[in-house]
């Protein structure tokens, strides 16, 4: 798709994919665009691949605006695999078996030519020029870093459906699981899905009623950040051993500075994450061109990790740590509920469709976590905190929040097609956040588009290689809310003690003044695009002009600091955006039982 942007960032497994629709439109927002599974709002790893149908993209924000905040950065609509009625049982397996490595690294001089340089005259500064000199001019301890930390990964999956149904009801099951390695030895990830979906048919299809259930774990296996890894193995000398002659890993006491072999195998980590989503979908058609639709979704996220770097550690062979152990654990729920009604209207050459709409959600996450240090042994790892000695001395680590957050919507949509030529929607979305101040909570977010379809045109009837040419323009607006929830409000904190009276008395000072003219970031975003295919569309593609200006864009300002704090969050900026997108498919062999297709894709922002 052109114009969408999904990367892997590192060789770690455990990282999260970076997800990009047309650039970044804010500073301090998100830029993740809303992914919608079946309808409700989710993420790509919320069900498994092999059990996608389809996938549509929705990037203009005449499309998006009906989403309102929630689809300022685009729209990923994703639609699972489910049985239809009468559908005898079907029984489905899919699994494979892969390997990774990196395709190529960085051409680093090896011991050899490094010694051979040294040999000619030139002088060696930093980590590298240090140890060279230690070493003189022995290549014989030639260490390759990459490879060291390094491997060809290995990883399975496997998926099993179960679908069938009848007149009245149908049912749907997956379970699948998946073990990643990383590149990087030491990195990994298992993760094991489930769904189950059922829906029945009820007073001659006038009701059905759906109700879904999602679960997925997640185990990883690192602590430690890969991209240092990395880092660390490209600075390293090839002269520099991984161990030393005592069977320890070789150190510098060098600002940043780290042998990559002892982060891999001595900061050991784990974590544990889980989710599971209910919903339940009800939908009445009293009448044929009227459907009445409730959907009540409810989510939870719960996360628990553990770390602890031995005593082999640099954080004990530098600073004295004796072994440093920490723990967290996370929650998160939400609610939401959605009430629609929607119309179909059809007579002659005239076809209209309408929805409205009311939704509600309410978010609610909260956290823990601790560290301490100085343990008698490495055997207890972060299962036992209470043996590390620092928290007996007052130098242990504790941490805790919880933040709730309120999004109320109402919305409306309406679409209009003559004779499948002349399209037009227009939509509204009125939206209420409970992050922003008094007076400045509620956001409205037009939408309006125009499409002609010029080949469905009197005077096109004779050119026949031409299956659709379409142009379209639309304009829309959405609106952008803070990650932070209580910035709009004013806040103290405790910082320190001060000696009165015999006894020490906490510091409460101020964290930030209120602003009750926090509000919403607004995104106006103009689309042109024209769509075609040509010889029964053999040849086919899009092409798009996008611009679009962020005004009140939140930036940290500076503020007197005889109030207490440095800076406020303010609407103060603009930013502007704009870009080509290119879009071609060919089908360059099309028979009955063998096809191939060419796809190519540009963007330019």
């Not at 048919?201 to 997640?218: I, Q, R």
């Not at 042994?377 to 709730?404: C, F, H, P, V």
């Not at 949509?413 to 008094?438: H, P």
Request: glycine share 8%; with cysteine.
């Amino acid at each position: 798709v052109a114009g969408l942007s999904i990367s892997l960032p590192s060789g770690d497994p455990t990282a999260s994919s970076a997800v990009s629709l047309r650039g970044t439109s804010s500073l301090l927002g998100t830029s993740d665009p809303l992914v919608l599974v079946d309808g409700i709002p989710g993420s790509l790893s919320t069900v498994a691949p092999e059990d996608i149908e389809s996938i549509d993209v929705l990037k203009d924000g005449s499309a998006t605006a009906i989403y309102g905040t929630r689809g300022t950065n685009g729209v990923i609509i994703i639609t699972t695999k489910n049985a239809k009625r009468e559908m005898p049982a079907t029984v489905e397996y899919n699994g494979y078996v892969s390997a990774s490595t990196w395709l190529k690294t960085p051409d680093f001089l090896d011991a050899k030519a490094l010694t051979d340089l040294r040999a000619q005259g030139y002088n060696f500064v930093g980590a590298r020029g240090e140890f060279l000199d230690a070493q003189g001019n022995n290549a014989e301890k030639a260490t390759d870093w990459l490879k060291e930390i390094s491997r060809t990964a290995i990883s399975h999956n496997h998926n099993l459906s179960i679908m069938g149904g009848t007149k009245h009801n149908t049912y749907t099951a997956n379970i699948s699981y998946n073990d990643r390695q990383g590149t990087i030895k030491n990195t990994g990830s298992q993760t094991i899905r489930a769904r189950a979906l059922v829906s029945q048919y009820l007073f001659d299809d006038m009701l059905k009623l759906s109700a879904e259930v999602m679960a997925d774990e997640t185990k990883r296996d690192s602590r430690f950040d890969a991209n240092y890894v990395y880092r660390q193995a490209c600075i390293h000398s090839p002269l520099e051993p991984v161990y030393d002659e005592d069977g320890m890993y070789t150190k510098r006491d060098i600002y940043f500075y780290q042998n990559p072999l002892s982060i891999i195998n001595e900061q050991l980590g784990e974590s544990r994450n889980r989710n599971v989503r209910f919903n339940g979908i009800a939908e009445l058609k009293p009448i044929e061109a009227l459907t009445l639709k409730a959907l009540y979704v409810r989510k939870g996220q719960s996360n628990i990790a553990g770390y602890y770097n031995t005593r082999l550690d640099e954080s004990t062979t530098k600073d004295g740590r004796n072994g440093q152990a920490g723990r967290s654990t996370s929650d998160y729920t939400s609610n939401m509920l959605e009430l629609s009604a929607s119309s179909v209207q059809a007579f002659v050459k005239h076809h209209i469709t309408a929805v409205a709409g009311y939704s509600y959600e309410d978010h609610t996450s909260e956290r823990f976590s601790a560290s301490t240090y100085d343990f008698p042994s490495d055997a207890y790892t972060w299962n036992k905190l209470e043996m590390g000695d620092a928290i007996n001395r007052g130098q242990a680590s504790i941490s805790s929040y919880k933040q709730e957050t309120k999004l109320i919507g109402l919305f409306a949509r309406a679409t209009y097609n003559y004779d499948d030529r002349y399209l037009v929607m227009a939509s509204l979305r009125r939206d209420g956040s409970s992050k922003f101040g008094s007076g400045q909570k509620w956001g409205n977010f037009p939408g309006v588009s125009l499409g002609w379809r010029i080949n469905n045109e009197d005077f096109m009837k004779d050119i026949k290689w031409i299956d659709n040419l379409k142009l379209r323009a639309g304009f829309g607006i959405t609106g952008i809310d803070v990650n932070d929830p209580y910035q709009s409000l004013a806040s103290l904190n405790y910082d320190g003690y001060f000696f009165y009276n015999n006894e020490w008395i906490p510091v409460l000072t101020p964290v930030r003044n209120d602003n009750e003219n926090l509000r919403w970031e607004k995104k106006y975003e103009y689309n042109l695009g024209l769509d075609f295919a040509f010889m029964n569309s053999r040849i086919r593609g899009s092409i798009d002009a996008y611009w679009n200006t962020t005004d009140n864009i939140l930036m940290k300002v500076p503020v007197n600091e005889a109030s207490g704090y440095s800076y406020q969050f303010q609407n103060v900026g603009k930013t502007a955006n704009k870009g080509i997108e290119l879009a071609l498919g060919a089908d360059l062999v099309r028979s009955k039982n063998f096809n191939l297709q060419l796809n190519l894709t540009y963007n330019f922002n």
